[in-house]
DNA sequence: GAACACGATGTGACCGTGCACATCGAATTG
DNA sequence: CAATTCGATGTGCACGGTCACATCGTGTTC
């Protein structure tokens, strides 16, 4: 009856210490390297450990210490390369640090489906949350549950200091400059839904750009961020035909918006420009390659777990503004005019 | 002293019983919904409840229960769409169920990546596993650490029982007969990595399909998924040009290849046809859009789940075969001989 | 050489639940 | 009407760690 061990439960820190000749103290210990043990006594410690396959119980650890090392990932295009890889990035950055990741896809962008998104993180009490969704209405939303957490919001204008710095202004003017310098006076915008903080900046980048050239203004088009979307834009936008060139709140719009330029019979540059962003890796093969703003995602998403533990452990984080670049390729050139 | 509840933890259930003047263990009741209970005494606690914004302690749960009800995926892929969307669709699903989905992505496809995913879940104590990696390898691994646990591969041959059977073969095996039936006959076939079994499938329905017709073989190029990949594959297939169809193992890979076809200054599908799979939403929007294969990535990661739940609540579960279906859209025709 | 510091280790309580068992009153049964 | 059953509730312990504190032997200090 003492070697009990065949409960079914997985062995404890008892299991090993009893194993060993110690305290389960001792063995704490070892688990958590504490300087003061001798070297001998550790590694009996960690022999048992091995022998037993001794895996630390997770929930014990955070019941004691009531420290989850968890961080929540709320999501609501994880289909998506952008906020995919992101996410990726952020799981394996976290992962480095020591903390787990929980990343909770919203069933629909409606209040509803945000709260019983937050509610599935808080049951996990994670100590921190990075939305990747319309940001908008989750801070309603979590200001509302009146929920305090440490966040940050992967992409945004900046003005919030749970904002990372992705400089989205400056990555739509440069797209925007860009159509100007090759001659275009009539561009268009294809937005992302207004209630993402980076659909948003994107429009104020374009808006800004253009009246700081004196080129007139259009009335953005608010889109879902889907090929589907840019493709039915673009067919209507080509009954009227008053533009040369389209700037794409994301290079999936841009696609299906060059397929209906091209299947209306125009081509793409010669008789409209599209310029996308983000830089999904199939934009160098899109036909034409596509001319677009590079983001990085994978960046972006350590910076979020940086700043994110910063805050969770205190220590102030710098979150230093990442600045995109403009990838000219086939799909803009000067206007026929 | 008796409302010392701001001790900075969270209340707990014994907090609730007090000011609802119960037991703890009546709580305990009404959380779990024990059916003896009184409704005017569910009714108050659940009152105080509300007032306190008392949650449930999940590690207090777990460590009592030895339930963690979380269930971890491997993945290696994340950031493409279809293992994005069967993870998305899959997390919902398990969340439904009452479980959590912890996503682990995979440093690399090396052994030591994989054994460092693996433990990194099993430090969870996750329920059950879902791999979408390199399975061959992924397996290898588990195999060598010698850890058991439920697991289901989200596409395969359906060989095993652990198997969810989205009967890939047969999806391969209707592209190629398309290319068949529209009369080519020098077909190649630009596969995926072979420790995928779902690449490993797709070749294997292409070359039965090919032999089933006496079409004569052609040696597969084997990929990586990118469309990188499939843009200097179709490079270097083009020095020759001695075929007029090019079955592609996925979406991406088939728009390089449509990318390195067009740039020298053939045309799609005049003097090449080209087949995909997986049916991404930007598939239909490539020009030519593309016909390809269709997959319910959605579906896949639904039945993931209710296959390894089933596995670990122990009632068998059906995993009917999944059927995929051709989509023909505009970048195959006639060989133009 | 007595007082003390310190390194190495052990002891017991506690974290927030669920479970097994006990209790107690009211309804049912023979 | 006593015995039994059952519904509604309470009591105490266990889960597997960590933390605060105690213990004990040894080297250092004055």
Redesign the pocket.
Known sequence: MASDAQTG??P???DVARLA??????V??V??N?????VE?KARVQQVMDDLQ????RA??V????RTRTIGVLAAAATQYGPASSIQALEKAARAEGYFVNTTNLDGTDRASIERGLNHLLDQAVEGLVVIAPQVRVFETFHDMNISLPFVTLQSTGTTEHALSVDQISGARLATRHLIELGHRSIYHLAGPQDWIEAEARMHGFLTELSANDVPATAPILGDWTAEFGYYAGRELLRVRDFTAIFSSNDQMALGLIHAIRESGLDVPRDVSVVGFDDIPEAAHFWPPLTTVQQDFGELGRRAIALLLGNIDDQGASPATLVPDLIVRKSTARPAF
């Open positions: 439960r997985a404890s820190i008892r000749g110690v305290s389960h103290q001792t704490s210990r688990l958590n504490h300087p003061s043990i001798r006594t001794y895996r630390p119980n014990a650890r019941l004691v210490t009531s």
